[in-house]
């Protein structure tokens, strides 16, 4: 017999808001025109485009369509960690949010979230030959001699797993799975939320 264990968890949901994804996509090019704190970081950090990852820390306070979001997420945010089994006293809070606007051929190279539980990230307009976000497993450095895997293995045995964003899809992960944003092949600017509950 041969069982699965240490499960990673991978939650995917739509949404189901178009009037929502409007007013976030205006909301997201307005910062990206206003916010010059934040256009200097991406500058000085090579990020393709915009993000406020490091200059606005209040959207939900700051915008009536981030507030909204945030009432979604949260009910996602603690389905998730119930499908996780954790024990915690109360549901998972926003720890922080922020928007990216990503030009055609940016990408982000493989990261984590430290100091959260869970991380997740909204599409809000996904055009054309958008990269896939990948996600890594967790044991591949404690892998040493194993052999690749058919291209055919079922997903839970593959090495990475991609996931090709589409508007309105919410991903969550427990914050310590490794991810990329892979270059994508179009010109037009993606459009994403990402947010971090402790």
């Known amino acids: 017999m041969t069982r699965s264990l240490f499960a990673t968890r991978l939650h995917e949901a739509d949404l189901g808001d178009e009037a929502l994804l409007a007013d976030l996509a205006h909301s997201i090019r307005s910062l990206a025109e206003d916010d010059v704190a934040g256009q200097r970081w991406s500058r000085d950090k090579g990020y393709r485009g915009y ?15 981030f507030a909204d979001l945030s009432r979604h997420l949260v009910r996602h945010a603690a389905a998730f960690a119930s499908d996780c089994a954790f024990a915690m006293p109360r549901k998972p809070r926003i720890d922080s949010l922020w928007v990216n606007l990503l030009r055609g051929g940016g990408h ?19 055009p054309p030959g958008t990269g ?9 450095p404690m892998m040493m001699a ?50 971090n509950f402790a």
Not at 113 to 119: A, D, K, L, M, T
Not at 156 to 182: K, M, N
């Open 51 to 65: 993000t406020s990852y490091a200059s606005l820390d209040d959207l939900p306070r700051r915008d009536p369509a």
């Open 108 to 126: 982000h190279s493989a990261h984590i979230h430290p100091h959260s539980i869970i991380s997740g990230t909204l599409y809000v307009e996904v």
């Open 146 to 195: 194993a052999p690749t895997r058919h291209e055919d293995a079922p997903e839970e045995l593959q090495p990475f797993v991609t996931v090709q964003p589409r508007p309105g899809l919410i991903l969550l992960w427990e914050s310590w799975l490794r991810h990329e944003v892979l270059p994508g092949t179009g010109r037009a600017e993606r459009l994403s939320i990402s947010f």
């Open 132 to 140: 896939a976000i990948r996600f890594e497993d967790p044991r591949l």
